[in-house]
């Protein structure tokens, strides 16, 4: 099926077409660099800004299709989870083009969606799967048994995303938003050995309880103390190093979990997802580890692992393939939308 997909969940607006698993139209406007003086996501800009970027990222989508709305079978929009007032520029926009050309419409869910632009990259894959998402807003440990109609969640954050980690980490050292991209080029030049720092719900009770569960807010307050010690001390911060050593004891844990879900739940392949997942070092922890386990991993480029409207309308073509019935026009959006929730009633 040939299907446009919506996406407005936080700060990206993303058009997408795509031809079963061919991607034809790939459009995102960001607004990312208006969030940047407030260190972080603010959601009534990020609103604002989806309401100028919608049409033009749209018409960018049809240029790049060579054709438009009037000829796909079918619109897909996040419905949720994610911002209220962000969700809602994207579901408006794709009701009105249902209803002004009579097409079917799915509200769709944006992390089953990170998972299904994988396969617009290398075609079908087989399932089951375990799927590792981190983004600025979630950290989920995944099992697609079907990537339409039954996802699992194993387990999660407990409290912050692994995103927010980073970007929070980032401004620690005094590196600009989002912290990501500076903490894992800062870290080339640092020694991931040079501080100890933790690995939060990898041992003893704590792995018991949390089994596929992570935590980095001990992590922040450790890269905090250390920062405020040397500060104290009268030295300079070794920025480097600092990086490092805290992107490894993130990627670790994540990584280290992240197998062991598909060893332990007999599942012979790992995809990654989210805008982490352009990490250099999560990418060697997890190709290496994968290899000793006999895991198959795939990890989209980096434009289709941050958010977009390819990986929407991805995950639309799964819903229509299998002749799951259209949502309903008055689809309502979900700020907190469980990932057991593929396609909205
Ligand atoms: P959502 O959580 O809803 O998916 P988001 O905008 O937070 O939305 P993405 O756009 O997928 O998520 O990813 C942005 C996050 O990814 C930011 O926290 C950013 O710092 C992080 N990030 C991007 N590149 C890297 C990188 N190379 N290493 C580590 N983190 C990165
Ligand atoms: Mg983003
Ligand atoms: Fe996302």
Redesign the pocket.
């Known amino acids: 099926p040939l299907v446009l997909g919506i996406e407005s ?4 607006t993303g058009v997408g077409i795509v031809r079963g698993t061919t991607l034809l139209a790939h459009a995102v406007a ?1 607004s ?1 660099e208006e969030h940047v003086r407030f260190g972080g ?1 603010v959601p009534e800009v990020a609103s604002r800004a989806h309401l100028e970027a919608m049409v033009p990222t749209l018409e960018q989508a049809y240029e790049q299709a060579g054709f438009d709305v009037r000829e796909v079978d079918a619109i897909a929009v996040t419905s949720g ?3 209220s007032g962000a969700l809602l520029v994207g579901v408006a926009a794709a009701k009105a083009l249902a209803v002004a050309h009579d097409k079917p419409l799915y509200g769709v869910n ?2 089953a969606a ?1 998972v299904a632009v994988d396969q617009l990259e290398r075609g079908r894959y087989t399932e089951p799967a375990v799927a590792l ?6 950290t989920e440990l995944l099992l697609v048994n079907d990537i339409a109609t039954d996802i699992t969640l194993l387990g999660g954050t407990i409290d912050d ?4 980690a ?2 929070k980490v ?1 401004r620690l050292l005094g590196l600009p ?9 800062a870290a080339r030049d640092g020694d991931p050995t040079a501080i100890a720092f933790p690995r939060g719900l990898t041992t003893g009770r704590d792995l018991d309880r949390y089994r596929w569960d992570f935590s980095f807010s001990g992590l922040k307050s450790a890269v905090a103390r250390h920062v405020q010690r040397e500060q104290g001390m009268g030295r300079a911060i070794a920025v480097a190093d600092v990086a490092a050593s805290f ?1 490894d004891a ?1 990627c670790d844990v994540l990584s280290r979990k992240a197998i062991k879900a598909c060893v332990e739940h007999d599942v012979p392949r790992l995809i990654l ?10 990418r060697h922890f997890v190709l290496e580890r994968a290899e000793k386990a006999g895991v198959e991993v795939r990890i989209p480029p ?1 434009s289709l ?3 977009n409207g390819a990986m929407v309308a991805a995950l639309g073509a799964e819903v229509v393939r299998r002749g799951i019935a259209p949502s309903s026009l008055d689809l309502p959006v979900d700020s907190s939308l469980p990932v057991t929730s593929i396609v909205a009633a």
């Open positions: 969940s936080c700060d990206e960001s990312v996501v989870p994610g911002l944006h992390l990170h998402l981190v983004s600025g807003g979630h995303a692994a995103g927010e980073f970007d980032a938003y989002p912290g990501g991209p500076e903490i894992d080029r992107q993130v997802g989210g805008g982490v997942a352009a990490n250099g070092r999560l980096p692992c941050t958010d």
